[in-house]
C-alpha cells in the first residue's frame, strides 16, 4: 500500500537545523511530485516546498527565505527538506504528501499523506 513516513523532527534551538526525511513506499516514486506542508499551532496548513517528480523543480515558500532545500533520491525514494536558521514560527507539525507530477499549491490535490514530523524551534 502507498506510505509516506516523516522523521527529523524535534526540539531545536533558534538557529539551528534540521534535515527532515520523507521515505516513499508502495507505489512508483519517479511518478510524483512529493510536497512538505506544515500546520502550526491554531494556523491552517500551508505548503512550505514541493519537487516535481522527473525534471527536479522546485518550489518554496516565500517565508522560507532561502532557509528551505527540498531535494529527492531516486535510489532511497526519499525526499529531504533541509531546514537551516531556524525560527520560531518555523514551529509545526511537518508532512509530505504526493501528487502526480506537478506541484500545486492546491492541498486536495495531494492525494496521500504522512502522519507528520513535529519540529519545536524554542529556546
Known amino acids: 500500500q502507498v506510505q509516506l513516513v516523516e522523521s527529523g523532527g524535534g526540539l531545536v534551538q533558534p538557529g539551528g537545523s534540521l534535515t527532515l526525511s520523507c521515505a516513499a513506499s508502495?507505489?512508483?516514486?519517479?511518478?510524483?511530485?512529493i510536497g512538505w506542508f506544515r500546520q502550526a499551532p491554531g494556523k491552517e496548513r500551508e505548503r512550505v516546498s514541493c519537487?516535481?517528480?522527473?525534471?527536479?523543480?522546485?518550489y518554496y515558500v516565500d517565508s522560507s527565505e532561502d532557509r528551505f532545500i527540498i531535494s529527492r533520491d531516486r535510489a532511497k525514494k526519499t525526499v529531504y527538506l533541509r531546514v537551516s536558521s531556524l525560527k520560531p514560527e518555523d514551529t509545526g507539525n511537518y508532512y509530505c504528501?504526493?501528487?502526480?507530477?506537478?506541484?500545486?499549491?492546491?492541498?486536495?490535490?495531494?492525494?496521500?499523506w504522512g502522519q507528520g514530523t513535529q519540529v519545536t524551534v524554542s529556546s
Open positions: 519537487i516535481t517528480s522527473t525534471d527536479l523543480r522546485t
Open positions: 508502495g507505489f512508483t516514486f519517479d511518478d510524483y511530485a
Open positions: 504528501a504526493r501528487r502526480p507530477a506537478y506541484c500545486s499549491t492546491v492541498m486536495s490535490e495531494y492525494d496521500y
